[in-house]
């Protein structure tokens, strides 16, 4: 290692006046900063030390979000009650991104179901049609769009339960 300044910032702003005043570097967990400084990559003549910026530490709730400090410990933010509070917030956005990925889902499975197979919905469509039987075409293709209309109507009215219940607005 080669000599170099180090200094304790107190605060963000005498941080920033620090890292402007030296032109140095700022250091948080010195695992990438120091390792660098070693192997010459990189060289700073001064470094920033934020270890002692409380400012930069802690994890709140604000509403939809969760701000984390820069200076947050990776262990405190697997074990924050603030954090484990928050995912319930991503329910909402999982049961909607089911609901997609089921319709995407089904329109894609009836259309497999045409290629190599001996059975399934969409090989009934094709049977159907081969034998000319315009009755059971209909009433395939019908059962396929209500099938694909009543989970699209389960997975909405979960969405929406899970929606109302942790407060989201929106789709
Ligand atoms: C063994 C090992 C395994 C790793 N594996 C992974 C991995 O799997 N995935 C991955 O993504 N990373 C990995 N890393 C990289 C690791 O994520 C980084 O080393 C780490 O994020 C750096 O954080 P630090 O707090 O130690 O930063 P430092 O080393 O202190 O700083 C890194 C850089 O950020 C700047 N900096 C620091 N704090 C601030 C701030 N508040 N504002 C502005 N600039 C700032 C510094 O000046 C420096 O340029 C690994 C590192 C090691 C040593």
Same mark, same amino acid.
Request: no cysteine; glycine share 8%.
């Given at each position: 290692m080669y000599a170099f300044e180090l200094h304790h910032a107190k605060s963000v702003a005498d941080a920033a006046a620090l890292l402007a005043k030296t032109g140095g570097k700022a250091l948080a967990g010195g695992q @990438? +900063? %120091?390792a660098a400084m070693k192997l010459r990559l990189a060289q700073p003549g001064h470094v920033v030390d934020l270890s002692g910026v409380a400012e930069l530490k802690g994890i709140r709730r604000e509403g939809d979000h969760v701000t984390i400090g820069a200076m947050t410990r990776h262990a405190e933010v697997a074990s924050s009650d603030v954090v484990k509070g928050a995912i319930p917030a991503l329910a909402a956005p999982i049961t909607g991104a089911v609901r997609v990925a089921l319709g995407i @889902?089904? %329109?894609v +499975? %009836?259309?497999a179901e045409m290629l190599g197979v001996t059975n399934g919905l969409?090989?009934?469509v094709l049977n159907a049609r081969d034998n000319v039987d315009y009755a059971a075409l209909a009433a395939t293709m019908l059962a396929i769009g209500l099938l694909g209309f009543l989970l699209d109507r389960i997975f909405r009215g979960i969405h929406r339960i899970v929606r109302s219940r942790t407060g989201k607005q929106g789709a």
């Open positions: @990438s +900063l %120091v @889902s089904w %329109v +499975l %009836v259309p969409g090989y009934a």
